[in-house]
């Protein structure tokens, strides 16, 4: 037991450091700082009694009170010697444990006040002694299994009586964090009991797994060796039995799966040598993995296996695509088109695909849509961010780790020699160091070529001919010539709010529904006005992705009504509701656009994620004539922004502009939002018609809005991008939209829903536009 009845009240304090005192533990100490020499002299010359106290920190020299921890051990010093360098060796042993009443920090060492840490002996109840006997096996294996553990305190244990004297004496023997014992050294007698018991047990475990690494780590040392040597063994068995090994173990195996295999003669020639090497080599060796590996591409990769190309039919086709898509009514007849042919012949060449538009309009989807229509296997790579052209070809299987290119792991993952494959992004590619990927991309989507496409880790041609690849892009500038050249381009615009509605009613409500569990159970009705009030003031989009996100929200604030009231299970979604979930709206249309302005006039540009609407200003101010352009425009806008300039300037008197307006006033032309580069000559006529406006104090329409490239002589010059310009347009509500006369032709091939309730103007010229656009004063 503690001995409790002896306690004293003063006593000189040494704070230890990465030590943590116990009754009943006898631990040396080397005594250094100079305070705590003065306090152990102190002690050693009176009566032999010091007060231990772990210091919080080990950094700390001169620790205060705030640095050392309430409950130490009182301690007698049992031996006493000083050392050469002034140092003092004690070997001390722990009394009973007390507080810290008052700390007495005199000039020469540390005193302390102490109060008694009564610490009453557990009970010797039946739930006590079975505590006792767990710890007890738990310590006795902590020995056994730590080759640290001193012989002695075993011995010691088993001559204690007293259980709190043996809980001490385990936490005091016990390797575990110095917070942890003092922990235990502070805590009640019983929850120490519990708590060591945890400590303990945590270490054994520990304990048994260092032991069981180090025993793997052994056996392995000599495993090499063993396997050769047995390898020997069974090699001169097999020979004695007249068994050949190419007919057992993984290279036979192989070779049945390669004999039941349609290979090319190139192929079976390159199995057999790869075979022929694999039985020479010792498994041991790393050259018989590597041989193993490629061997197993070879016998899982489609050499024959096809889906049958005709076992589909036209009409089926068509229902698949309506089914999956709204609208995409020239797409979707292109894509028909081909699945004819394809029907009528048994391979189709110069057929690769490609979708361009923005993000959310359905690229991905129409892929997956046209393996559904032919029944076939389809694969989705993407090829965003890919730089290396290793990518592409694969690795030399020579390389630690290589693997083949991803065109060849997709043909392994579909299964069949003609799978539908989708290159997504393939306008994100770039190239370094390491090689060009979309050079790569040149064979493997060149009909002519791919019949023999070559890896660098089959090292033998693989047909990819029956392939049918499909990619897609957001941009085509990005694409270089050489591949874009070998595609067919697909354009798919923006949909129009009408489209979007009908997608939303047709294809993500239900969607949505289904994936927040709520087929079935919940009756939720959307109505057209609701459905058109997320479209226009919470989503500003050439696709349907945001749309979609939207949908979802309010169906989850639906769904934690319903779980909130079960009674209600029918919901209506009008207009007013969907402020109440979606919260404040996003994109507000202000009357304002529409306003009439002097030099503020409406332009139409093509982004990747669609057309959109800008609004250019030109200001005069007082100044000698010189121009400043802001709003992050590039190289090419700045020039359209000069040539609009040259162009008022040459034409001052039919505009009735100030002949010398540039000799006493600047011009500062700004494209709002400035964080988002701009670029492209389709803004000419724009800038043109805003410094116009400025120049002669008459008024922009602000019901019009344009496209079209200026040159200096007031030509206006065909642009691209046009169906999603015209989409913006739609979605801004502006009714009148100025067009290159060139671009007539192209309104064709625009949908009919694009141009229903818009008014096109082309022209010809420069003056043709401020006939229609300008207001006369």
């Known amino acids: 037991m503690e001995t409790e009845s002896k306690t004293h009240k003063v006593l000189p304090v040494i704070p230890a450091r990465n030590i943590v005192i116990f009754p009943q533990m006898i631990a040396p100490l080397i005594i250094g700082r100079s305070r705590s020499i003065k306090a152990i002299n102190e002690a050693n010359e009176s009566d032999k009694i010091i007060f231990c106290v772990a210091q919080k920190s080990v950094e700390t020299e001169k620790p205060k009170r705030s640095d050392m921890h309430n409950v130490g051990t009182v301690c007698e010093i049992v031996q006493y010697l000083k050392m050469p360098d002034g140092s003092i060796r004690v070997l001390i042993n722990g009394l009973y444990r007390a507080r810290i009443k008052n700390l007495i920090d005199d000039s020469d060492f540390i005193n302390a006040e102490l109060s008694p840490y009564k610490s009453h002996e557990l009970p010797k109840n039946e739930e006590n002694q079975a505590l006792m006997k767990t710890l007890e096996g738990e310590f006795k294996q902590y020995a056994k299994l730590n080759r640290n553990f001193p012989e002695d305190a075993l011995i010691k244990y088993d001559n204690l009586e007293s259980m709190i004297d043996r809980i001490d004496l385990i936490a005091s023997n016990v390797e575990i964090d110095l917070s942890k014992k003092q922990e235990l050294l502070e805590l009640p007698a019983d929850e120490r009991l519990f708590k060591l018991i945890e400590f303990v047990s945590k270490e054994v475990e520990i304990l048994k797994i260092r032991k069981k690494i180090a025993g793997e780590v052994k056996s392995k040392l000599t495993k090499s060796q063993k396997e050769y040597f047995l390898n020997q063994e069974m090699k001169a068995i097999q020979e004695e039995l007249g068994i050949s090994k190419d007919k057992t173990g993984e290279v036979g195996e192989i070779n049945r799966k390669l004999d039941k295999l349609d290979l090319t003669p190139e192929a079976k020639k390159k199995a057999n040598q790869e075979l022929k090497k694999l039985s020479r080599t010792n498994p041991v060796s790393p050259e018989y993995s590597v041989a193993l590996n490629y061997l197993n591409w070879l016998a899982e990769l489609p050499w024959a296996k096809t889906k049958n190309n005709k076992d589909f039919k036209i009409k089926k086709a068509e229902e698949v695509l309506d089914e999956d898509h709204y609208g995409l009514k020239k797409i979707k007849e292109r894509i028909v088109e081909y699945l004819a042919v394809l029907k009528m012949v048994d391979n189709v060449k110069g057929q690769i695909l490609c979708f361009v538009g923005p993000p959310g309009v359905g690229k991905t989807s129409l892929g997956k849509s046209i393996a559904r229509a032919m029944n076939r296997k389809f694969e989705r790579l993407s090829l965003g961010g890919v730089r290396d052209e290793a990518e592409i070809r694969g690795h030399r299987k020579t390389y630690i780790g290589a693997m083949p290119g991803i065109i060849i792991r997709s043909m392994k993952k579909a299964g069949t020699k003609n799978p539908v494959i989708m290159m997504d992004e393939v306008d994100k590619m770039s190239s370094d160091f390491r090689g060009d990927p979309s050079a790569a991309l040149l064979e493997v989507l060149d009909p002519e070529q791919n019949f023999e496409f070559h890896d660098h880790y089959l090292e033998i041609p693989y047909d990819l001919s029956e392939v049918l690849f499909i990619t897609t892009a957001n941009t085509l500038y990005s694409i270089p010539s050489p591949l874009r050249d070998r595609m067919e381009i697909i354009t798919l615009p923006g949909y129009t709010e009408f489209e979007k509605e009908k997608i939303a009613k047709g294809f993500l409500l239900p969607k949505q529904m289904k994936n927040h569990g ?8 959307f109505s057209t006005n609701a459905l058109f009030k997320i479209i226009r003031n919470y989503t500003k989009e050439a696709g ?59 332009g139409l540009a093509w982004t990747s994620s669609g057309g959109v609407l800008l609004e250019i200003e030109a200001l005069l101010l007082e100044g000698k004539g010189k121009v400043q352009l802001t709003g992050k425009l590039g190289e090419v806008m700045k020039e359209s922004a000069n040539a609009a300039l040259s162009y008022s300037r040459s034409n001052y008197k039919k505009f009735d502009i100030n002949k010398n307006f540039y000799k006493n006033k600047d011009i500062h032309i700004h494209v709002p939002k400035g964080a988002i580069p701009k670029d492209g000559p389709s803004a000419g006529i724009t800038i043109a018609l805003a410094i116009i406006s400025a120049l002669s104090k008459r008024k922009v329409r602000g019901n019009y809005t344009m496209t079209g490239e200026i040159t200096l002589m007031g030509k206006v010059l065909p642009i691209g991008g046009l169906e999603e310009k015209l989409v913006a347009a739609k979605r ?16 064709v091939d625009v949908d009919k829903q694009i141009k229903k309730g818009l008014k096109i103007h082309p022209v010809e010229n420069m003056k043709e536009v401020i006939d229609i656009a300008l207001a006369s004063n």
């Open 732 to 747: 801004a509500n502006i009714p009148n939209v100025i067009i290159p006369k060139g671009n007539e032709k192209d309104l």
């Open 518 to 525: 709520l087929k079935d159970k919940l009756k939720i009705h």
């Open 544 to 602: 349907v992705r945001g749309l979609e996100r939207n949908i979802s929200a309010v169906l989850r604030k639906i769904i934690r009504r319903y779980l909130k009231d079960n009674s209600r299970t029918s919901f209506q979604v009008n207009t007013r509701s969907v402020s109440k979930y979606l919260g404040v709206e996003k994109f507000k249309e202000s009357k304002a656009k529409k306003e009439s302005k002097i030099g503020v006039a409406k």
